[in-house]
C-alpha cells in the first residue's frame, strides 16, 4: 500500500513563465518535462525484485498516467520525457502534441521504456533532474511549465549529500519574478 502511495505522491512542479496575452483567446503552450524511473524495482511490490507477483505493480500505472498527460495535451504543448536508471543510462524522447495520435505516442513510449526496464539497476534520478532542469525546463517561457517526477523510490546513487531531494528543495526555493 506504501507503494501505491508513493505513486499518488508524484511530484509536479511548475512555474509561470511572463505571461502573454494570445492571439484569439487560446491558451498559452504548455511545456511538459516528466522524469520517469525504468528501474526495476517498478515492477514489483515493495521494490524487492526477489518477490515477483508478476501484476507490474507501479509500471503499468505509471505508464498509462504518462499517456494520460499526453491525452490532455492540446496541439501546441511540447513534451519531453526523460527515461532514466543508472548513471547516466537516459532516453530523452521529446516532441509536440500536434507530432503524433495518442495510439502512435503511446506504442512509442511504452516500446522505449519497456526495452530500458528490462536492464537491472539503481535508481539514479540526480543526473536526469539537472538534465532536465538545464535542457528542457524553460523558466523564461511564455507559458506553463509542469515537471513531473514519476518515480517507486529515492535515489540510491549519489550518495553524496547532493541528492534530488536537495535539488527538488533548491528548485522550489528559487524567488520568481513575476
Known amino acids: 500500500m506504501r507503494r501505491i502511495l508513493q505513486l499518488l505522491c508524484i511530484c509536479v512542479f511548475f512555474s509561470v513563465g511572463k505571461i502573454y496575452a494570445q492571439p484569439n483567446d487560446s491558451r498559452m503552450s504548455y511545456n511538459n518535462v516528466i522524469l520517469f524511473d525504468c528501474t526495476r524495482s517498478m515492477l514489483y511490490e515493495?521494490?524487492?525484485t526477489q518477490k515477483s507477483t508478476g501484476d507490474h505493480f507501479l509500471w503499468q500505472p505509471a505508464k498509462d498516467y504518462v499517456v494520460e498527460i499526453y491525452k490532455e495535451m492540446e496541439p501546441q504543448d511540447i513534451y519531453t520525457i526523460i527515461l532514466f536508471q543508472g548513471n547516466n543510462t537516459e532516453q530523452v524522447i521529446p516532441g509536440k502534441k500536434s507530432d503524433k495520435s495518442v495510439e502512435e505516442f503511446k506504442a512509442d513510449f511504452e516500446a522505449k521504456a519497456n526495452k530500458m526496464i528490462k536492464k537491472s539497476s539503481k535508481?539514479?534520478?540526480s543526473s536526469p533532474w539537472d538534465?532536465?532542469?538545464e535542457?528542457?525546463?524553460h523558466r523564461d517561457s511564455k507559458g506553463l511549465n509542469f515537471?513531473?517526477?514519476l518515480t517507486d523510490g529515492n535515489e540510491n546513487c549519489?550518495?553524496?549529500?547532493h541528492s534530488v531531494t536537495s535539488r527538488i528543495k533548491?528548485?522550489?526555493d528559487v524567488k520568481r519574478e513575476f
Open 46 to 48: 515493495d521494490g524487492d
Open 123 to 125: 535508481t539514479c534520478i
Open 131 to 133: 538534465n532536465a532542469i
Open 135 to 137: 535542457h528542457y525546463f
Open 147 to 149: 515537471f513531473y517526477v
Open 158 to 161: 549519489n550518495m553524496s549529500g
Open 170 to 172: 533548491q528548485f522550489c
